[in-house]
């Protein structure tokens, strides 16, 4: 794992180049008036925002930096806005201390900006920190503070922390909840799947004379929906309507896709139907939802239907479109299919996105073909598609599942030069792949990169660590990492290292001489039926064969004994005997560590 630091130096180039600014060489700037310079530079880094560029925007910030520029507040800000939205969260604790070292006094809106990115990342405890120094600095506490801080807490399922903060607004001046917060608090009440709870902010709501409009009851009817009680969400059409608010795109969206994932075809084609009178003309959104549901009910005809009715609407394919069949055939095993939709995509000059060369990519992983699976990246950058975490970790599930750790770790490697962060899923893709193939010590050295990298093993984390010793007879180990000791000696051990190594080398060997014996001897007398039947080349075999169980046994006996305890030496001499004898590490295995 040579170039995994690699990530962990980008992950600080923003704050290096932000520390930068310390050092300015524009008389403009250093005479704290406005420059034109850095003004245009921001008004561009916006441009870069509405336009679905985010990334470009630390390149023209990087360069202020070095042509000796001072970043305004609002560039500040605006490059939080650019972090939030490709999630670069690490990256935004440095940017208020820049500012302060800047001289420059953060505002509410920056402020607003900072709670809105750890809101994002569901990190609440920063966001309520900041919340506090914003009070402490004296800046005006809005209406929009408090709904980022609800929206939040509703992001981290906890709609009663939420409510709450609804309540503490009454306690401050000029700040009082508006439709948006009663519509953020009902959207944590329904992602909790408590509609009863959501129908009450909605009494409250009514109560501080505020209608509830479209996005209120979209809200509800997506809760309805997504608990399998799509006919409550198409029944509050009516009350809409007595409402006198009208149902719109966003609404059938929901209701048609509420009856298409229940597999209720007839129902879905009968509201389509019914859009008709509702005067709400179907879209793409509606017929990829109806071709999806047929899709997973295997309604070929379905689909041929689905799609003569968009061309009778006059409603043209789009990516998404392409994808939803892209994926039909590819959870059927048929690539070349799949494959063939993906070329009708391209030659219609529709440009495919991430996500329909994830598709292609699991198509391939799951026929067996990482290679094709990885081969995607090269066409990717041609089509000037980014990768992202999904696509990558589907292709280092594919050389864990071929066996192939060495592939899946270049894999990843490749990821982190990318810049872009893996996230728990595929941590725990590369330790499974590491117990498949029998190597748990570096399936338990991937939990020590993620605890660097801040993200905590979960329990199931540590279940497949467990699993990879407990594969190779190593049950004390794996009553270890349960326990929650990754190192393999916690602090009390490490004072008393000479017994616990002593210990560790008996209970260990007890362990091979009582159970290794009788699942290796089959194989033993294997080798021996080869070598009677090889020839001179065979002795040759056998001697690399012996080196590698060697090089193999050093490396677990390094791992149970990190701390170098004394009698070490006994053990691994013991250790390769019982190799020779009996082949305690079977080949497949040294092959993948050596």
Known sequence: MAEVGLQE??????????????????????????????????????????????????????????????PSLVTYTTVLVALTIQKRFKAVSSLLSSVEKDGLKPDSIFFNAMINAFSESGNMDEAMKIFKKMKESGCKLTTTTFNTLIKGFGIVGLPEESFKLYVSMAEEEDVKPNDRTFNILIRAWCNKGNTEAAW??????????????????????????????????????YQMQNDKVEPNHRTCGIILDGYSKEGNMEAAIRFLQRMKELRVQPNLVIFNSLIKGYLDTNDSDGVNEALSLMEEFGVKPDVVTYSTIMNGWSSSG??????????????????PDAHAFSILAKGYVRAGEPAKAEGLLKQMAKSGVHPNVVIFTTIIAGWCNAGKMECALEAYEMMCRMDISPNLRTFETLIWGYGEAKQPWKAEEIIKIMEAKGIPPRKRTKQLVADAWRSIGFVSEAKRIMDGSIDGHTQREEHNGNSIGKSMEKSHLKELQSKSYSAFVAREDTLKQQNEGSTGTGKHHMVLKTSAQSRCIVAITKHLNPFGFKGTTGLIKRLQFNAMGREICSMNSCKLIC
Request: contains cysteine.
């Open 334 to 351: 048929m690539m070349s299919k799949c494959q063939e939709i993906f070329d009708d995509m391209t030659k219609g000059n529709i440009e």
């Open 200 to 237: 009450d902010v909605v009494y409250r709501m009514i109560a501080t004379g505020q209608k509830p409009d479209a996005v209120t009851y979209n809200t509800i009817a997506k809760a309805y929906a997504q608990k399998g009680e799509t006919s409550k969400a198409e029944a509050m059409i």
């Open 9 to 70: 130096k980008k992950m600080h180039s923003f704050s290096t180049s932000t520390a930068q600014f310390n050092q300015f060489s524009c008389p403009v700037c250093l005479s704290n008036e406005s420059c034109q310079i850095v003004r245009s530079r921001t008004k561009l880094m916006n441009t870069l925002i509405d336009k679905g560029k985010p990334r470009e925007v630390h390149i023209l910030f990087k360069s202020l930096a070095e042509e000796g520029h001072r």
